[in-house]
């Protein structure tokens, strides 16, 4: 029944906008018709707008005289926010609404100067949802991995992500099981393949990170051999192509910079050691062991340096380490949620269940800043085996904020469907997610769906 009604919903939209462009058209082909044309000499009016409310592209009808037909020559905005004209034929302008358009507020600007206000207000519902960036599989489970525009590029399975600082429109990831280093580039939305595994010499390319200044880029690899490749890097001058080594260590999985003082922390994957890289000595230390046996996790910093969490996915865990100003080092690490035992429970600390916790993500909480909190970010995570995006507070409470939707399909928490965050989204293993503050939105590597997701924030 919800997919009957879904599809009814849809067919009307198609409908309401085939009859409208049709419209357009007619008037267009008819070289005598200049009902359309905008005339200077007289007002422009508006009388109403349909719909009354929506949320971010609801397809807004707005009716009165004198719009003109050339769209170019037409602005509208909504709450003050600039909306999308798609058409006009002189007395329909079709648009669409804006991102965070609260104000409702809908004027109409023809040229530089003919304007008019919309009687009444349009009442925006935000609404956040999961939609798919790029990527394709098909039904039986047919992949192809090819660079090439967002609608029509392939992937093996995305993974580990990382934005570029110094462009927020190209962001940096992993695909497959360490295959290659792909370019997500949303200034052209496209996406190539920047280094290859063979090329950087590599086995199992793991996590990626920016050093401070954002000009060179660290890749970590896992090799099972003594003092095989564990940290390569690649710099901005030479357009990250020109792979360097620079540390070497038996199954390392993590790469990471503390974002104030700059040292770098890895890892070995058999004793569960961490190591601290001193650039200015250009020399390592063995810090300690977050476990002591076939232990991998990736480490990711609190914004301030105050902090780190450690995911451990083989081991259901998120540890916590305290940052040692003093000497410039982690303390010893201690767990902070999870209890071992693999699941999906919602909880604070050793309450919660965790699948196996991959990559994650600091992202301030507004809420935090006007409650005059001392910590103001929580940290989103992707939960492979729990096939959803979860967030742990700083207080150690875990919740799930997007995935296990659509129960009425069927019984599995796993699948391909966009949509409302936890009513109908699904994942299938995710394991990557970044997150681009300045126009926030999470992307997330949805790996056995080989599709690179998004869920920008509508609020």
Not at 276 to 297: A, H, K, M, V, W
Not at 390 to 411: C, D, I, K, Q
């Amino acid at each position: 029944m919800r997919k009957q009604r879904r599809m009814k919903h849809q067919l009307s939209a198609w409908v309401l906008s085939g009859l409208f462009m049709l419209c357009m058209s007619a008037c267009k082909d008819n070289a005598e018709d200049t009902t359309g044309a905008f005339d200077p000499s007289q007002p422009v009016e508006i009388t109403e707008f349909s719909p009354k409310n929506g949320s971010f592209k609801t397809r807004l009808y707005i009716y009165g005289k004198n719009f003109g037909n050339d769209v170019s020559q037409i602005s509208v905005t909504i709450g003050g926010l600039p909306a999308k004209v798609v058409g006009s034929d002189g007395e329909i302008i079709y648009c669409l609404v804006p991102k965070r358009a609260v104000g409702g507020t809908i004027e109409v600007t023809i040229g530089e100067s003919a304007n008019a206000t919309a009687p009444g207000k349009f009442q925006y519902e935000s609404k956040t949802i999961v939609s798919t960036v790029a990527g394709y599989i098909s039904p039986t489970g047919t992949k192809e991995v090819k660079d090439g525009a967002f609608a029509d590029c392939g992937f093996e399975g995305p993974r580990n992500l990382v934005v570029d600082p110094k462009n927020k429109k190209h962001i940096y990831m992993i695909d497959g099981m360490g295959l290659s280093i792909r370019l997500l580039d949303f200034e052209t939305n496209t996406v190539t393949t920047v280094l290859t595994r063979g090329q950087g010499g590599w086995d199992n390319i793991r996590q990626l990170t920016f050093t401070r200044s954002a000009d060179t880029l660290l890749i970590a690899n896992e090799r099972n051999v003594a003092n095989g490749l564990a940290v390569s890097y690649v710099t901005r001058q030479n357009g990250f192509k020109r792979p360097q080594n620079l540390v070497w260590m038996q199954r390392n999985n993590t790469c990471t910079i503390h974002p104030i003082n700059g040292e770098l922390y890895y890892n070995c994957r058999d004793n569960g050691n961490l190591f601290r890289y001193d650039f200015g000595t250009n020399t390592s230390e063995t810090l300690y062991p977050i476990q002591t046996r076939d232990c991998q996790f990736f480490i990711f910093f609190h914004p301030s340096g105050d902090y780190a969490y450690f995911t451990v996915p083989n081991k259901k865990y998120i540890y916590k380490a305290e940052y040692d100003w003093d000497n410039k080092t982690l303390k010893v690490a201690n767990t902070f949620a999870g209890n071992g035992s693999e699941g999906w429970q919602d909880g604070q600390g050793t309450n919660a269940r965790l699948g196996n916790p991959m990559q994650g993500c600091f992202v301030k909480n507004e809420t935090y800043v006007k409650e005059g909190k001392s910590d103001i970010y929580d940290f989103y995570f992707a939960d492979q085996n729990s096939h959803c995006i979860r967030y742990l507070t700083p207080e150690g409470f875990v919740f799930t904020f997007a995935g296990r939707g659509s129960t009425g399909v069927n019984s599995n928490p796993y699948g391909y469907i966009d949509g409302d965050l936890l009513k109908e989204a699904r994942f299938n293993q995710p394991v990557g997610i970044t997150y681009d503050e300045e126009n926030k939105t999470f992307y997330i590597g949805d790996a056995n769906n080989s599709r690179i997701r998004m869920i920008e924030m509508d609020e």
